[in-house]
C-alpha cells in the first residue's frame, strides 16, 4: 500500500497518514452550499410551530385567551400551559436538578418566556397567529439587579418551589477557608478587587430548532434537533415525557455552530414534540435571533470580588474570590453534577499558590436561563479572566512588569502533576517555554520600547499578557456525572471486507471538523488513509452511546475512545493475519497499516487483505470471530489540561476611547496535535469571540427587565474588520494519560483571549492612573475611564 499517494493532501510535517494538515473532508458539503441543517429538513406533510413569549420580565399570568388564534385558517393547534399540565408536561427538569416551565401556567419570570405555542400550515401563519393570542398579565416587580437578589425585601422569583423562600439557589465553595485566610493575615500584601464577567451569549450563525415526528402506529417519535449531546437528549426525553427510550430517535443534522448554545433542551424542542403528538404530523420549530439572543443560554454573568494575597517583591501566596452568580429564573445551566460553578475552581491559573478558597453563590434574577455555554469550558474562562486580571492588577500596584510577575510565580515542569489548592491534578505543562515563545514571537521588549515612546509623545498604546490554563475532557465517571449519567463516550470501528472503515461517535460536530479529525486518529493508528474512513455521529440510532460534545471534551474522551477501539481491531488483525500467515501472532510485527513477519518483512498482510481475511474462508483461530470490529467506551483517568500564552497589542484613540487591536500573538499547547490546520481554525475564532467580548458584546437589561441585547443592532459581535491578522504559534507537552496525548484545543482561545485584550487596555489606560475596567470596554467606558468618571453600565 502507497499511502502517500492516495492522500496527497496530508502532506504537513511529513507525516502522510493520520495526524497533519489535512484539508477537511466535510468542507466539500459546507462550500458548496450542500450542508443539511435542520431547516433544510421538510418532511412529508411537516406543519410549523411558532412561540408567544412573554413581553415582561415578571408578572402573574391573569388569563390566555386563544379562540381567535385557533379560529385562524391555518392554525391547527394553539398549546398553552394549562394544557400541558394536563400531559404533566408544563414543567420539565433543566440539567442542574431544578425545573424549567416549558410554557408558563401561573407567571411569567423573564422577558422572552415561553407562553403559548401555536402550530400551523406554515411559518407564517403560525407566526401571525401569535398575535391573535391575548394574555392577561399582572405585572409585578422584577428582580434584576443581581446584588438585591437576596434582599429581605426582594421578590421571591420561584414561589413555584415549595420551601423557595429567597432567590437564593446554593451556596458551593472549594479550596481551604481557614488556611487561606491565615495565609492572607500574615501577608505583605493584600490586593482586593471586584471583576465582572458580563452576560454574553454565544450567538451561532444557526439559531436552535427542531422537528418532532412522532408515529402513532409503532409510537416511534423521530426528533431533528440542534443539539450538541443527542444521546443524553435521547435519555431525558426519555424521562421527561414518558416514551420508552428505543423508540426515541434522534438525530443532530450539520449544526451551524454551537458554541455551548445547542448544550440545553429549550422549551421549543419539547412543544415541538408535543405539537406532533397532539396534530399527528411532523412539526418544526425554529427560533429567530432575537429569540435566541434573549431566551437561549446566556453565558457567564458572574460578579467576582477577589483577593490576592503576595510578597511584596511580587510571589503570589494566595488567593481568595466571592462570586455572585446570576443563573437567571431557572437553573438550567448544564454542568457536571457535582460542580454547580462548574470547573470555576481552576481560578488558581497557572501559579503555585500556597492557599486557595472560592465560594459561588447561586441566585435567581427575573432574566433568561443558562450560564453554562459561549466556549467556556465549564465556566474556566470566568476563572481565567479573574485569576489574569487580578495578577495584572498585582503588577500594576507592585509596579512590576507583568511579564516577570508570570514568571516568577508559574508551576514549575517539575512539579507536574501537579495538585492544585482547590482539587485538581494538573497533567503536565511546561509553562515557561511556552510562555517565552509568545514573548519572542511577539517581540515584547521592543513592544515595550515602543510603548514608552509613545507615552511620551501622548499616545495610548497597551500590552495585555495572559496566561491561562485549562481542564478539559469531563470526565473521570467516578467524578463527573450529568443527571446521573457518567461522563464517557463510545466509539465503534468497523472495517469493511475491502479496507475501507466507518467509525461511529457519541460526539457532535457543529463545526470542529470531527468527520477529519476522528478519520484521522484512526488513519494514525492502523494505516487506513483517512479518505477510506467514514466518520458517523449526531444519530442515535446509529452510534454508540456517550455524552457529547462540550467542554472541548470530544479528542479528550471520545478521541480516546477511537484510539483505543482501533488498537482493539489493530490486535485482532494481527491474529487473523497470524493465521493468513500460518505463523504464531508473537512472531508479527506492525509497521503503520501492516502486520509482517519479524525477519521477513517480504511475508505481511495489509489491512485491507487482513479485512478480506476476517470475512473470508481461512480458519480462524479460538475467540476471534470473523469480522474486524471493535467497540470501546472510555472513561478517561482524568481531564486534560491544555495552556497557553497569548499576547495582545492595542492602540487607544485619546480622543474617542476606541480600541484597535493591533497585534495578537498566541501560543499554545494542546499536546498531541492531530490536525494543525483545524487546530489554528479552533483558535482563530476563540480569539475573535475574545476580542468580540472585551471590546463589545454584553447582554444588559434596563431596570424593568427589558432585554437590551435581543438584536445584532444591539449585541454587537465583531467582523473581520475588528480583529487582526492573528499570530498563532504552539508548543507540545502531551497529556500522559491520553491515549494518543492530545488534550482538548475548542475552547482555549475564548478562553485565554479576553483577558489579554482587557490587560492591554487597561494597560494603555496605566498613564490616567487606570487598574481595572470591566466588559465590554466600549469606546464609551474607556472615555470615561481616561477621564476619572465611572464606567457607564
Ligand atoms: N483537535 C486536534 N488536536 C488536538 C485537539 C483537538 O486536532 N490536540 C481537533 C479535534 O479533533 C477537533 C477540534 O480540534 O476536530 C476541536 O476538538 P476539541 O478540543 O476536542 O473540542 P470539541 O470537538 O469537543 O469541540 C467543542 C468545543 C466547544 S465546547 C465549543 S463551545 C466550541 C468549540 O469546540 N464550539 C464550536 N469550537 C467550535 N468551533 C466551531 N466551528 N463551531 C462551534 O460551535
Ligand atoms: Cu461551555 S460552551 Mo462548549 O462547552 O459547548
Known amino acids: ?24 473532508k466535510e468542507d466539500p458539503r459546507f462550500v458548496r452550499g450542500k450542508g443539511r441543517y435542520l431547516d433544510d429538513i421538510a418532511l412529508p406533510g411537516m406543519l410549523h410551530g411558532a412561540i408567544l413569549r412573554s413581553p415582561v420580565a415578571h408578572a402573574t399570568i391573569v388569563s390566555i385567551d386563544t379562540t381567535e388564534a385557533l379560529a385562524h385558517p391555518k392554525v391547527l393547534a394553539v398549546i398553552t400551559g394549562k394544557d400541558l399540565e394536563g400531559l404533566n408536561l408544563a414543567w420539565a427538569p433543566t440539567l442542574s436538578y431544578d425545573v424549567q416551565a416549558v410554557l408558563a401556567t ?22 401571525d397567529a401569535l398575535e391573535l393570542i391575548d394574555v392577561d398579565y399582572d405585572v409585578l416587580e422584577p428582580v434584576v439587579d443581581v446584588r438585591k437578589a437576596l434582599d429581605a425585601d426582594a421578590p421571591i422569583i420561584r414561589d413555584d418551589k415549595e420551601g423557595q423562600t429567597n432567590n437564593h439557589i446554593f451556596d ?65 426525553f426519555a424521562l421527561v415525557a414518558g416514551l420508552p427510550e428505543h423508540k426515541i430517535r434522534v438525530i443532530s443534522p450539520d449544526i451551524g455552530g ?13 412543544l415541538a414534540v408535543v405539537g406532533s403528538i397532539v396534530t399527528g404530523k411532523p412539526v418544526k420549530w425554529v427560533e429567530d435571533r432575537s429569540e435566541n439572543l434573549m431566551s437561549t443560554s446566556f453565558a457567564r454573568d458572574y460578579i467576582m470580588k477577589a483577593d490576592v494575597a503576595a510578597t511584596r517583591d511580587g510571589r503570589i501566596l494566595a488567593v481568595r474570590t466571592h462570586v455572585i452568580a446570576d443563573h437567571g429564573a431557572f437553573n438550567a445551566s448544564a454542568n457536571p453534577t457535582k460542580y454547580p460553578a462548574g470547573f470555576f475552581h481552576i481560578f488558581t491559573g497557572s501559579y503555585d499558590l500556597e492557599a486557595a478558597y472560592c465560594k459561588v453563590t447561586g441566585v435567581y434574577t427575573n432574566k433568561a436561563p443558562g450560564g453554562v455555554a459561549y466556549a467556556c469550558s465549564f465556566r474556566v474562562t470566568e476563572a481565567v479572566y479573574l485569576i489574569e486580571r487580578m495578577v495584572d492588577i498585582v503588577a500594576a500596584k507592585l509596579e512590576l512588569d507583568p511579564a516577570q510577575i508570570r514568571l516568577k510565580n508559574f508551576i514549575r515542569p517539575e512539579q507536574f502533576p501537579y495538585a492544585n489548592k482547590t482539587g485538581w491534578e494538573y497533567d503536565s505543562g511546561e509553562y515557561e517555554k511556552t510562555f517565552r515563545l509568545a514573548l519572542s514571537r511577539a517581540g515584547y521588549e521592543e513592544l515595550r520600547r515602543e510603548q514608552a515612546e509613545k507615552r511620551a509623545n501622548g499616545e495610548l498604546m497597551g500590552i495585555g499578557i495572559s496566561f491561562f490554563t485549562e481542564t478539559v475532557g469531563a470526565g473521570p465517571r467516578r467524578h463527573m456525572d450529568i443527571l446521573g449519567l457518567g461522563m464517557a463516550d463510545g466509539a465503534e470501528v468497523r472495517i469493511h471486507p475491502t479496507g475501507k472503515a466507518v467509525v461511529r461517535l457519541s460526539v457532535q460536530t457543529q463545526g470542529q471538523g470531527h468527520e477529519t479529525t476522528f478519520a484521522q486518529i484512526v488513519a494514525e493508528e492502523i494505516g487506513i488513509p483517512p479518505e477510506d474512513i467514514e466518520v458517523v455521529h449526531g444519530d442515535t440510532d446509529n452510534t454508540p452511546f456517550g455524552l457529547g460534545t462540550y467542554g472541548s471534551r470530544s479528542t479528550p474522551v471520545s478521541g480516546g475512545a477511537v484510539a483505543l477501539a482501533t488498537r482493539k481491531v489493530r ?12 505463523v504464531r501472532p508473537e512472531d508479527l510485527e506492525w509497521e503503520k497499516g501492516r502486520w509482517f513477519v519479524a525477519g521477513d518483512p517480504t511475508q505481511g498482510k495489509t489491512m485491507a487483505e487482513i479485512a478480506m481475511g476476517a470475512h473470508g474462508t ?9 469480522n474486524l470490529d471493535a467497540e470501546v467506551t472510555y472513561n478517561p483517568p482524568n481531564l486534560t489540561f491544555p495552556y497557553g500564552a497569548y499576547i495582545c497589542v492595542v492602540d487607544v484613540d485619546p480622543g474617542t476611547g476606541y ?19 483545524i487546530i489554528e481554525g479552533q483558535v482563530h475564532g476563540g480569539l475573535t469571540d475574545g476580542v468580540g467580548m472585551a471590546l463589545m458584546e454584553f447582554i444588559g437589561f434596563d431596570e424593568s427587565g427589558n432585554c437590551l441585547g435581543g ?42 483571549s479576553p483577558p489579554a485584550v482587557v490587560n492591554a487596555v487597561v494597560d494603555a489606560l496605566a498613564p490616567f492612573g487606570v487598574t481595572h475596567l470591566d466588559m465590554p470596554c466600549t469606546p464609551d467606558r474607556v472615555w470615561a475611564a481616561m477621564q476619572g468618571r465611572a464606567t457607564p453600565p
Not at 444557526?206 to 417519535?221: F, R
Not at 481461512?618 to 470473523?626: A, K
Not at 480600541?659 to 490546520?677: H, Y
Open 106 to 127: 401561573d407567571k411569567v419570570r423573564f422577558q422572552g418566556q415561553e407562553v403559548a405555542f401555536v402550530v400551523a400550515e406554515d411559518r407564517y401563519a403560525a407566526r
Open 571 to 582: 490486535e485482532k488483525a494481527k491474529h487473523i493475519a497470524a493465521a493468513m500467515l500460518e
Open 711 to 752: 438584536s445584532f443592532m444591539d449585541y454587537l459581535i465583531p467582523t473581520a474588520m475588528e480583529v487582526p491578522d492573528w499570530e498563532t504559534d504552539f508548543t507540545v507537552t502531551p497529556s500522559p494519560h491520553h491515549p494518543i496525548g492530545a488534550k482538548g484545543i475548542g475552547e482555549s482561545a475564548t478562553v485565554g
Open 258 to 270: 454551537g458554541f455551548g448554545n445547542k448544550v440545553g433542551i429549550y422549551p421549543g424542542y419539547i
Open 172 to 236: 458551593w465553595e472549594a479550596g481551604d477557608s481557614a488556611a487561606t485566610d491565615a495565609v492572607f493575615d500574615s501577608a505583605e500584601v493584600v490586593i482586593s478587587e471586584e471583576v465582572i464577567y458580563p452576560r454574553v451569549h454565544p450567538a451561532p450563525m444557526e439559531t436552535c430548532g427542531a422537528i418532532a415526528d412522532y408515529d402513532p402506529i409503532d409510537g416511534k417519535l423521530t426528533l431533528y434537533e440542534t443539539t450538541q449531546a443527542p444521546h443524553a437528549h435521547r435519555t431525558v
Open 618 to 626: 481461512v480458519e480462524l483461530p479460538e475467540g476471534i470471530d470473523g
Open 659 to 677: 480600541v484597535k487591536v493591533r497585534r495578537f500573538i498566541a501560543v499554545d499547547d494542546c499536546g498531541t496535535r492531530i490536525n494543525p490546520m
Open 1 to 24: 500500500m502507497t499511502v502517500t499517494e492516495t492522500n496527497p493532501a496530508a502532506t504537513d510535517e511529513n507525516r502522510p497518514i493520520g495526524f497533519g494538515r489535512l484539508q477537511r
